[in-house]
């Protein structure tokens, strides 16, 4: 089933993204955590943690006909979205105790994700293209953790323009492929599929109110 989105959520205008100094993208990555947790042994879980279960994939727009190759293609980048856990006082994520992560993916290629967490409330904040230069996006998703629960949050589907460099709009849309990411989730860790509950994302309408 997929889930519309109101223009103004689902229809925005992509943002550059410039190069980062080294420093600055050394001190990101030396506070942030990788959000996939997949590859890891992970129990089930009790009162101190809660396990979020989904998937996110960015494809490019759907076009009739074919533009000269002179601009980069969208579809041979990789992408990054960056997720924060958030309070009442920090809504954005953003200050010195915040916990960061990231979650990777290619073009084109549905990246599915189990993560192992401390409970409350985390914001997807945006997506960017991984790079130099590059298109980036507000998505403003939340989502919460609870104690000793596993939760299927959704499957986040992100829309971008062909070529990067056109200026057009990106969509994304929320979209429940449950059954599919169970099944392939339930391939490695099987003990994690048999009590799942939904817990979906929502789009944040103020994030002075997450």
């Not at 980036?136 to 829309?159: N, Q």
């Amino acid at each position: 089933m997929r889930q519309a989105l109101p223009n103004r959520h689902g229809l925005r205008s992509p943002i550059p993204r410039v190069m980062l100094l080294p420093a600055t993208l050394f001190a990101l990555a030396s506070c942030t955590t990788q959000f996939d947790m997949s590859g890891q042994r992970i129990a089930r879980p009790g009162p101190e943690w809660g396990v979020v279960i989904g998937s996110v994939v960015v494809q490019q727009e759907r076009l009739p006909s074919v533009k000269p190759a002179t601009e980069r293609e969208a579809s041979s980048a990789s992408y990054e979205f960056d997720i924060a856990q958030i309070q009442l006082s920090d809504p954005d994520g953003t200050g010195a105790y915040a916990k960061q992560y990231r979650l990777n993916t290619k073009a084109g290629e549905e990246q599915t994700f189990i993560s192992r967490l401390p409970p409350g409330q985390y914001l997807i904040r945006e997506f960017h293209e991984e790079g130099v230069v590059g298109l980036a996006g507000k998505l403003d998703l939340v989502f919460t953790v609870a104690p000793g629960e596993i939760r299927y949050i959704g499957r986040v589907r992100v829309e971008i323009p062909r070529r990067t460099s056109s200026g057009k709009p990106y969509r994304f849309a929320i979209e429940n492929a449950r059954e599919a990411t169970l099944a392939l989730v339930s391939r490695q860790h099987p003990e994690l599929t048999t009590a799942v509950v939904d817990g979906p994302l929502q789009v944040r309408m103020d994030p002075a109110l997450p």
